[in-house]
């Protein structure tokens, strides 16, 4: 690729020629070459620049001088192939990797560096219309420099890095930050293993490739998320596998079957505006909780007589529930409502209850209160959406038991719901026992599951 450079300050380039950049044009690989723009002018003082029409401060660089260096240097090359002209300008389209992979596939680059007020805005449009160039009005971020000497060389370098025998192990460009995996790179280290009393992370020198490969990828969507969580929603849904999912969520995004992109997900206390979302919601998602082969009109009772508008309207207003709303981009996909016993006391005694229940060695010492309904829309399933709207009710329900010194939360799920079961375990229930309750004119056999509402 041959770049060119021209500028009232060609020797600010003379740093192309250093580290990579100077050995890949002494390979081939990449011709950089910089022009003085003065050279075109034909008045004694060599002027480049003008006032501005119309007034104003500053002053405006002259599109006839420009005219001349660009007709010069574009040359005839721009009938016959693909010439990119780069105009640095704080008003231009932010310089992204994936703008620098394009610009990396073009055969020639020239770089119009302006100064004071920028070039006379003719100019990029005279060159859009000739056959073969291309402009791009580019800018670093949102501040002002100069000149486009700095943005110049940072396009060099964002460019010819990616040019095929630039970089020594193409692998490199695979992980680092907004590579094709669309996040920031994961903290690197090296010798020595301890630093002023800063040790390496274990994992990095335990030897096991799969646990450092997992851990580098956690760190890189921990670090994106904290400093550019833009660029998390436009990470490739497609490309994460099911542990990448799950680290999304546990940072608050979620990625829905069939999306596109994740999404920022929220879980907060339903209000009245969400009770047709809930209760359109429940009526999809309850199918998928009950067994094999019962028959559609007894489902289709249990959600008239307990899933209707009517019914969430009351959950949403009664203080003695507790209803959590989940939503991902906007869309109601999850609910939990759990009853609230009074004084301390137990929710559901009459609906089996694990009473004499203990988790984990802790006794229950306070309210015993029910999880009764905990459901996801089925392209939220195996996303790790189920521990976000979990730890939001938990967090809501330690709240609310904060006076007592160890709360407990139950719920029954259907004894062929193997899918449930595993997630409620996934979420640190165990299972006491079981119970039995007839929905329509069929028995079910539930699964009872408990834990302790704080975290040991």
């Not at 994936?98 to 805005?121: F, N, P, Q």
């Not at 460009?173 to 920031?184: N, T, Y």
């Not at 507790?322 to 609906?351: C, F, H, I, N, Q």
């Not at 905990?374 to 038991?401: H, M, N, P």
Request: charged share 25%.
């Amino acid at each position: 690729m041959r770049i060119d450079i021209i500028s009232v300050f060609p020797r600010f380039f003379d740093v192309l020629e250093l580290s990579l950049l100077g050995k890949a044009q002494e390979r081939g690989i990449l011709d950089v070459v910089a022009h003085d723009l003065r050279d075109w002018t034909d008045d004694p003082h060599r002027t480049v620049d003008d006032t501005p029409a119309g007034g104003g401060a500053g002053m405006v660089m002259r599109p006839d001088v420009w005219g001349k260096a660009l007709d010069e240097v574009i040359g005839a090359d721009a009938a016959s192939g693909d010439v990119v002209l780069a105009i640095p300008t704080p008003a231009g389209k932010p310089l992204t990797q994936r703008a620098c992979e394009e610009l990396a596939r073009a055969e020639r680059i020239v770089v119009a560096c302006g100064r004071y007020e920028g070039i006379d805005a003719r100019v990029a449009s005279e060159y859009a219309e000739r056959p073969g160039v291309r402009v791009f009005e580019y800018s670093l971020g949102d501040y002002v420099l100069n000149g486009g000497e700095v943005a110049a060389v940072a396009l060099v370098e964002a460019v010819g890095r990616l040019l095929p025998g630039m970089v020594g192990n193409p692998e490199s460009l695979l992980e680092e930050s907004h590579g094709v995996a669309g996040l920031l790179e994961y903290p690197v280290y090296t010798r020595p293993a301890v630093w002023r009393g800063r040790e390496i992370p274990e994992v990095l020198t335990s030897g096991n490739h799969g646990a450092v490969a997992r851990w580098r990828r956690d760190r890189a969507i921990e670090r994106t998320i904290e400093r550019r969580p833009d660029m998390i929603e436009k990470i490739n849904a497609a490309s994460l596998g099911k542990k990448e999912r799950r680290a999304l969520a546990a940072h608050g995004y979620l990625a829905p079957a069939k999306a596109a992109h994740p999404a920022r997900a929220e879980v907060r206390r339903a209000a009245a505006a969400d009770v047709p979302g809930l209760a359109s919601l429940a009526a999809r998602t309850f199918p998928d909780a009950c067994p094999k082969g019962m028959p559609k009109q007894d489902i289709d009772a249990f959600i008239a007589e307990s899933l209707g508008e009517e019914h969430f309207e009351r959950y949403v207003g009664d203080p003695g529930c507790l209803t959590m709303a989940l939503e991902v981009g906007g869309k109601l996909l999850g609910y939990s409502l759990t009853y609230l016993p009074e004084d301390g006391g137990v929710s559901g005694a009459d609906r089996g209850a694990p009473v004499d229940a203990v988790v984990a060695g802790r006794p229950r010492r306070g309210p015993l209160v029910e999880l009764s309904k905990f459901y996801l829309d089925r392209s939220l399933r195996g996303r790790g959406a189920g521990s976000l709207l979990w730890e939001a009710t938990r967090a809501e329900l330690e709240e609310w038991a904060e006076n007592w010194p160890e709360p407990y939360v139950w719920l029954g799920t259907n004894e062929k719901n193997t899918r449930a079961r595993q997630a409620y375990r996934g979420l640190g229930f165990e299972f006491v026992g079981t119970r039995e309750f007839l929905v329509g004119e069929q028995n079910n056999v539930d699964r009872v599951f408990a834990r302790p509402i704080r975290v040991a």
